[in-house]
T-cell receptor, first 115, second 115 residues
Framework: AQSVTQLGSHVSVSEGALVLLRCNYS??????LFWYVQYPNQGLQLLLK??????LVKGINGFEAEFKKSETSFHLTKPSAHMSDAAEYFC?????????????FGKGTKLSVKP | KAGVTQTPRYLIKTRGQQVTLSCSPI?????VSWYQQTPGQGLQFLFE???????NKGNFPGRFSGRQFSNSRSEMNVSTLELGDSALYLC??????????????FGEGSWLTVV
């Protein structure tokens, strides 16, 4: 069984500050891990994904995430927040080798960026 | 390349009615999944289709059903609508690769309001 826990339903940062959104996963098999962003009234956009090729994954819009097996974590970071980063972010897991259309999502973290 | 297209984008139905939502995946994608998003429950997996066969099903009552056509387009149907079915319904498609894993792309969703 797989699950995802996102720590913090709301995170607020100042423009230019570091963004850190936390995600811990549980998986009985090697996982695929994803971060998606959702802007108001829109669908989900893929930021990045981990498929075991490299533990540090770079995504779009300056985001990156590091897979740490020992900590079962896949935290999302961005060195400098921009106002346009304000959105809701979802971490998700699927089973490698299994059906990958079935994503298990975390509850989401709403990111606010203050000017 | 066109993205995942969902229709209709917005609809209002009355309790007890039924509704059909449509999803056209990205060209070449054979896997289509459906998710329900609500403020209370977050993003929940409904079902996944691959080559016209339901491959996975989430924990939803039988009122929720779906199908996939030979051109990979998919529909989902909800019968005997309840107020709690009000949600954003998201469709996602992917081109499966056993070696690199899926990149799963989402549509903008169909907003269903049940009154």
């Amino acid at each position: 069984a797989q699950s995802v826990t996102q720590l913090g339903s709301h995170v607020s940062v100042s423009e230019g500050a570091l963004v850190l959104l936390r995600c811990n996963y549980s998986s009985s098999v090697p996982p695929y891990l994803f971060w998606y962003v959702q802007y108001p009234n829109q669908g989900l956009q893929l930021l990045l994904k981990y498929t075991s090729a490299a533990t540090l994954v770079k995504g779009i819009n300056g985001f990156e995430a590091e897979f740490k097996k020992s900590e079962t974590s896949f935290h999302l970071t961005k060195p400098s927040a921009h106002m346009s980063d304000a959105a809701e972010y979802f971490c998700a897991v699927s089973a490698k080798g299994g059906s990958q259309g079935n994503l298990i999502f975390g509850k989401g973290t709403k990111l606010s960026v203050k000017p | 390349k066109a993205g995942v297209t969902q229709t209709p984008r917005y609809l209002i139905k009355t309790r007890g009615q039924q509704v059909t939502l449509s999803c056209s995946p990205i060209s070449g994608h054979r896997s289509v999944s459906w998710y329900q998003q609500t403020p209370g429950q977050g993003l929940q997996f409904l079902f996944e289709y691959f080559s016209e066969t339901q491959r996975n099903k989430g924990n939803f009552p039988g009122r929720f059903s779906g199908r996939q056509f030979s051109n990979s387009r998919s529909e989902m149907n909800v019968s005997t609508l309840e107020l709690g079915d009000s949600a954003l319904y998201l469709c996602a498609s992917s081109f499966e690769s056993a070696s690199t894993g899926n990149t799963i792309y989402f549509g903008e969703g169909s907003w269903l309001t049940v009154v």
